[in-house]
């Protein structure tokens, strides 16, 4: 399988953040490469329908207001979709790119699929001596120039440097041998009925993966739960623990929602209840660590840290962070002392009387032996812990959220109230409703920032209008 005779797509994105479920693109390049040469090629910015966040604008130089007038997925789908078609898709890190791609294209319920070369594991197949693989290292090792790093074209234009490199610089038998290894074509686990696969909903939902003894493997979601499905048995998974969890499946249970909220809550939702073996996610049924925000009795501002199993909506003003570890939350209380010089024992991270080790160091100003004062303290105090609190609930009272199915005649309605999911039907046309999920007046942090981002930083219309308490009673009631 010589490099030359392979039809790719070389592909690089940039995003709103990490996880392909809640985030969106807002920078593409796609290179088309045949007969070793290249092509064609398109590069844009993309309007991902949300705010991006400052850390994502110090990386990669993308701006809020550089995305106003770019154009939305849905506007562009069809010229990526010719670039991508037929060929394998390429990327540093493919797997991350191409869940993008995936989710992409199906919120506009187009069905794309390919085999998928990692660079990433190109170069560890070929150079083991290697330590580091990233991106910045081959552009070191190989001498490539990138003058627009972390944008989605200059990246892309790197992979094919390396690409043309490799055909220089490696066996030609050694390459051929390693890209047939890489591309070796997906098969589904032995165990599971292939007829099931081919039956899965392909609209958005929750799925659930299951052994021989019924036991719970793992829970995810997806805009179209047949094609996700599937990219678990891609072949190209790298986590021994991925491919032991594919081994393991017998039986998938499909769950379609109307929506992409629906899906969210009910995969959150049904992690915490199953406990899968495979979801990191399940470890969140442990108690929670809340940081609280309070005056000594010098009138310092200090951080009490407690574990609760539950958190209550009347608790949230006070709260600035929420850890799922005592360990997590102490190392950013360390992090938030260092850099606002704060005093480690004000901050409860060092015990007994006297100045503590930073006033030494010079990074406490003293406070802990009373020679800063406590309105100087608490100036720094109040900015360092500013933007850390649970935002304020934005109406005024219970909400009642809708989605509907593409034909308008079903859905999913969630009442919501402080953060807090109070319950979630489904209902049809003919009027008739019935429970999908449990619900009360429980603050549950996941939760939080699903719907979080689904009100305030997405920019799709949102159907949403405000109860009373009557009106809430009255649908739990029934």
């Known amino acids: 399988?010589?490099?030359?005779?392979?039809?790719?797509?070389?592909?690089?994105?940039?995003?709103?953040?990490?996880?392909?479920?809640?985030?969106?693109?807002?920078?593409?390049?796609?290179?088309?490469?045949?007969?070793?040469?290249?092509?064609?090629?398109?590069?844009?910015?993309?309007?991902?329908?949300?705010?991006?966040?400052?850390?994502?604008?110090?990386l990669t130089g993308i701006r809020n207001k550089d995305l106003e007038d770019a154009p939305t997925f849905c506007q562009v789908k069809d010229r990526i979709y010719d670039l991508l078609d037929g060929a394998i898709f390429v990327a540093h890190n493919a797997k991350f790119d191409y869940s993008f791609l995936k989710e992409e294209f199906e919120r506009e319920k187009v069905n794309y699929t390919a085999k998928r070369l990692c660079t990433v594991r190109l170069s560890k197949a070929l150079f083991p001596d290697q330590k580091k693989h990233n991106l910045d290292s081959i552009i070191e090792r190989f001498g490539i120039t990138c003058t627009d790093r972390h944008r989605a074209e200059g990246d892309a234009s790197v992979l094919w440097d390396f690409l043309k490199k490799l055909k220089e610089q490696v066996d030609s038998a050694d390459l051929r041998k390693t890209l047939g290894k890489i591309l070796k074509t997906p098969t589904l686990p032995s165990l599971l009925d292939e007829s099931l696969v081919k039956s899965l909903p392909e609209t958005y939902g929750v799925y659930v993966f299951y052994d021989e003894s019924g036991n719970p493997l793992y829970v995810g979601k997806s805009v179209n739960i047949r094609n996700r499905v599937l990219s678990h048995f891609s072949g190209d998974q790298e986590s021994v623990k991925e491919q032991a969890l594919c081994r393991r499946v017998v039986d998938i249970q499909a769950i379609a929602t109307s929506g992409e909220l629906g899906a969210l809550l009910l995969e959150s939702h049904l992690v915490k209840h199953l406990l899968p073996l495979y979801n990191r996610k399940s470890r969140v049924?442990?108690?929670?660590?809340?940081?609280?925000?309070?005056?000594?009795?010098?009138?310092?501002?200090?951080?009490?840290?407690?574990?609760?199993?539950?958190?209550?909506?009347?608790?949230?003003?006070?709260?600035?962070?929420?850890?799922?570890?005592?360990?997590?939350?102490?190392?950013?209380?360390?992090?938030?002392?260092?850099?606002?010089?704060?005093?480690?024992?004000?901050?409860?991270?060092?015990?007994?009387?006297?100045?503590?080790?930073?006033?030494?160091?010079?990074?406490?100003?003293?406070?802990?032996?009373?020679?800063?004062?406590?309105?100087?303290?608490?100036?720094?105090?109040?900015?360092?812990?500013?933007?850390?609190?649970?935002?304020?609930?934005?109406?005024?009272?219970?909400?009642?959220?809708?989605?509907k199915n593409e034909s308008g005649n079903e859905g999913e309605f969630f009442i919501v109230d402080n953060w807090c999911l109070v319950g979630c039907f489904r209902f049809n046309d003919t009027g008739s409703k019935q429970r999908l999920l449990e619900g009360g007046y429980t603050f549950d942090y996941d939760g939080y920032k699903i719907l979080r981002d689904y009100l305030l930083k997405s920019r799709k219309h949102v159907n949403v209008r405000t109860l009373t308490a009557t009106e809430v009673a009255n649908i739990l009631g029934e």
């Open 1 to 58: 399988m010589p490099l030359n005779d392979l039809d790719l797509a070389i592909v690089d994105v940039e995003t709103t953040g990490a996880a392909s479920h809640y985030h969106r693109i807002i920078d593409i390049a796609v290179l088309r490469v045949r007969g070793g040469q290249l092509i064609d090629k398109y590069s844009t910015l993309l309007d991902p329908e949300r705010t991006i966040s400052p850390f994502i604008e110090g």
């Open 285 to 403: 049924h442990r108690r929670l660590v809340v940081m609280k925000k309070g005056l000594n009795e010098q009138e310092y501002g200090t951080i009490r840290l407690e574990y609760l199993h539950n958190i209550r909506s009347v608790d949230l003003p006070n709260i600035v962070g929420i850890f799922k570890s005592m360990k997590q939350a102490k190392e950013f209380l360390w992090n938030i002392a260092r850099g606002h010089t704060l005093c480690p024992r004000i901050l409860g991270l060092e015990k007994g009387k006297g100045e503590c080790s930073y006033t030494q160091l010079q990074r406490c100003n003293g406070a802990c032996n009373g020679s800063e004062p406590a309105s100087a303290y608490n100036i720094r105090f109040n900015l360092a812990f500013a933007g850390r609190r649970v935002i304020p609930w934005p109406f005024n009272g219970p909400i009642l959220i809708e989605e």
